[in-house]
């Protein structure tokens, strides 16, 4: 989607946290890349004005990967507006955690329709491979022939496609589901806050506690792992140096009981360690 939307003469701007394929897809166009600091709107603006001669694209994350805090999308759909600029979202980690309907987090914020263009994974909330784009028609009719990398790559399996069809079918019929998991985020969020573990700005499912050491952070993680609990080391270059973490995130099938035992873990193994 990236690189097939933006021309030789146009402007791409991204978060400095957007994911590591969005600025792979940004660097495989022919437009220059601009990076603004992390939900600093000020500094996109910034930025805009020096630039205000070429077509703007601006690509963020809904829900950024590692931290878990959000894009503020309606922030961002009023500086398209003020300056034509064109904005993609990708919410790999929003659709079917965020929202009412799980539509993502533009449509938590109430803004689902003011966004250009939607682009998700169906390897998150759909478990299974592959992913998406939605917009208008004839956008995605010119993407359709013209993005070499979907031209040039197979289609999904049919059992693939099958299980996403079955995943939505859920979501639809169940909406209580990303409610659950909330509740689940909610209680890990503040029982790790309360033991004196960094959270960070977390506000979807996915929470991190941030380690600030490579080599504590890996000990952290082997040391849950072998006591029963299953996070994501993190270090550069997914993350800059010095914002090392674990990365735990919940599902609705968590109950009150395992986010309390894992709490229990957690509190354990920190002191152990001097982490709190």
Not at 19 to 42: E, F, P, Q, T
Not at 90 to 109: I, K, L
Not at 221 to 240: R, Y
């Amino acid at each position: 989607m990236i690189s097939t939307s933006a021309g030789r003469e146009d402007r791409i701007y991204l978060d400095r946290m957007d994911h590591a394929s969005i600025i792979d897809g940004a660097r495989m166009s022919y437009a220059r890349v601009l990076k603004y600091r992390h939900n600093d709107h000020d500094h996109l603006r910034y930025m805009l004005e020096n630039n205000r001669e070429h077509p703007a694209l601006i690509v963020t994350d809904g829900v950024f990967s590692m931290e878990g805090d959000l894009a503020n999308i309606p922030g961002l759909v009023e500086i398209c507006r003020e300056f034509g600029a064109r904005l993609i979202v990708d919410d790999a980690h929003g659709v079917g955690a965020m929202g009412p309907t799980g539509r993502g987090t533009a449509e938590h914020f109430g803004c689902h329709d003011d966004v250009d263009i939607l682009i998700g994974t169906f390897s998150k909330s759909f478990a299974c491979i592959g992913g998406f784009a939605a917009g208008p028609a004839k956008v995605m009719e010119y993407i359709k022939h013209t993005a070499r990398t979907m031209i040039f790559s197979a289609s999904l399996p049919p059992a693939a496609v099958a299980t996403v069809i079955a995943a939505l079918d859920i979501l639809e019929k169940e909406p209580e589901l990303i409610v659950q998991s909330h509740t689940a985020a909610e209680r890990a969020r503040q029982g790790l806050a309360s033991l004196g573990f960094n959270v960070g700005n977390s506000e979807a499912p996915i929470i991190p506690i941030i380690v600030g050491d490579e080599v504590q952070t890996l000990v952290f993680w082997k040391k849950l792992f072998h006591a029963g609990v299953f996070t994501n080391p993190v270090i550069s270059p997914a993350v800059a140096y010095g914002g090392e973490m674990l990365r735990t995130s919940y599902m609705a099938t968590h109950t009150e009981c395992m986010i309390d035992k894992a709490l229990e873990i957690f509190k354990k193994t920190g002191e152990e360690l001097g982490i709190i």
